[in-house]
């Protein structure tokens, strides 16, 4: 796909000195600006692909899409790389006037994301990135637009302000570093540039469970429009504390560790364990929506991913965590109550010097 940059070589071979460094030159130029763009056969189409890998990393799609045309006889990649480019494209227009994302932002950020995410979360997003295999837990695939740590509704999309936060603090216990040092400017064109390969790879996955439904090519403009409604600033909404915290004190203390050891109750024992150390008698098995086995937090070390503020360990104990098995309580508690396991939660940091 990408072309070849020897041919002036070939044409000039008395000035071929000159021509090597033209032809690094564009080849150079060639990576930084065509890579972001190249969809790589581990994202569509088949050819190429070594199954080893497939089987290893998060990335059914492309067998699935195989797996489609196999199946209904209907040629799927072909359409659905173009549908990809029409609807998700960065010039498209369906994409710019729908005001989902900010199109300047997302250029740069592609190639900050290119020098600084590529290596964990892979040039498509799909999070098989030459160091994944080596790390526990993986590097987030993006392409299903499912994020952990979120201020919003639980199943909801992400605010830009969640993936900012993600990349100015990282994520305590897991190899995702923070990016302080990276400038604030560049930080949100990357939250745009994350979003936007979000977005893409959702609609890509969406209009092939369409297929799938309706054994026969999906209507691309639709599922677009399913994605991009997802996605809107205006249906994104933040889950804020019903009431203002209460008194962190002993007595909130007790009736936290009630509850979070309660069978009848919240339960949550079942899978932390009475002391929070992530050893509860549901903790083993357990795994995530991207089908990696994933064991319930040790709550001892007091790092939170989704935040250090009480008020994030509000929003991730109300909403649960997206694409894990931490089920949201919204609704089934007082918001006294939710603060009372806020309370027990933090009060059990420290615990017990906390191996991650
Ligand atoms: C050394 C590997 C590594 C690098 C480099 C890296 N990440 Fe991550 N990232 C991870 C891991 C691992 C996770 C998942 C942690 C988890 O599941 O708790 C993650 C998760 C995320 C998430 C998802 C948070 C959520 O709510 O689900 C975002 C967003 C993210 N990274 C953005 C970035 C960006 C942007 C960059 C580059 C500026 C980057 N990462 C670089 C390893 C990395
Ligand atoms: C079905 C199992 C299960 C139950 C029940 C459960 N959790 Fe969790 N919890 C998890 C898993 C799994 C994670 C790790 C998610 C991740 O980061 O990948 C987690 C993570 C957490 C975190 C870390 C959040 C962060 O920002 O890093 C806190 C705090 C937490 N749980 C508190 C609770 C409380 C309080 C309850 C009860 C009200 C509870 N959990 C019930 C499975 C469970």
């Not at 070589?9 to 032809?23: K, N, V």
């Not at 909801?156 to 305590?172: E, Q, S, V, W």
């Not at 691309?220 to 249906?235: G, N, Q, T």
Request: glycine fraction near 10%; include cysteine.
């Amino acid at each position: 796909m990408i072309v070849s940059h020897n041919t002036s070589t070939r044409r000039h071979p008395e000035r071929s000195g000159q021509a090597l460094a033209a032809a690094l030159f564009w080849i150079f130029g060639a990576l930084l600006f065509v890579a972001p763009f190249y969809r790589a056969p581990d994202a569509l189409g088949e050819e190429g692909l070594d199954a080893g890998r497939n089987a290893e990393m998060d990335i059914p799609f492309t067998q699935d899409v195989a797996d489609f045309t196999a199946d209904f006889e209907i040629d799927l990649a072909p359409a659905m790389e173009e549908a990809s480019e029409e609807f998700f494209g960065l010039e498209s227009p369906t994409l710019i006037s729908s005001g989902v994302i900010h199109a300047a932002r997302v250029r740069s950020g592609e190639v900050s994301y290119m020098r600084h995410c590529v290596g964990c979360h892979g040039s498509t997003g799909d999070g098989a990135g030459p160091a994944t295999r080596y790390l526990d837990p993986r590097p987030r695939n993006f392409r299903r637009g499912v994020f952990k740590f979120t201020s919003t509704v639980s199943g909801g999309r992400p605010l830009p302000a969640d993936i900012f936060k993600t990349i100015t603090a990282g994520l305590a216990g897991s190899s995702m570093p923070d990016f302080r040092l990276v400038s604030e400017e560049r930080r949100w064109d990357l939250v745009e540039y994350v979003r936007y390969i979000a977005m893409r790879g959702e609609f890509e996955q969406l209009a092939l469970d369409i297929a799938w439904d309706e054994e026969e090519l999906p209507d691309f403009e639709e599922a677009a429009e399913i994605v991009l409604e997802r996605w809107s600033l205006k249906k994104v909404k933040a889950v804020y504390p019903a009431i203002s915290e209460t008194d962190y004190d002993a007595d909130s203390i007790e009736r936290g560790r009630a509850m979070f050891v309660d069978a009848q109750g919240a339960n949550c024992a079942s899978c932390h364990g009475n002391g929070g150390a992530g050893d509860g008698p549901a903790a083993d098995g357990k795994t995530d929506d991207w089908g990696y086995p994933l064991k319930p937090r040790d709550l001892r070390p007091g790092t939170y991913r989704a935040g250090q503020e009480p008020a994030d360990l509000y929003r991730s104990i109300s909403t649960g965590i997206n694409g894990t098995p931490m089920p949201s309580y919204l609704g089934a508690f007082e918001p006294e109550q939710i603060w009372d396991l806020v309370h027990f939660v933090q009060s059990l940091a420290g615990t017990d010097g906390g191996a991650r």
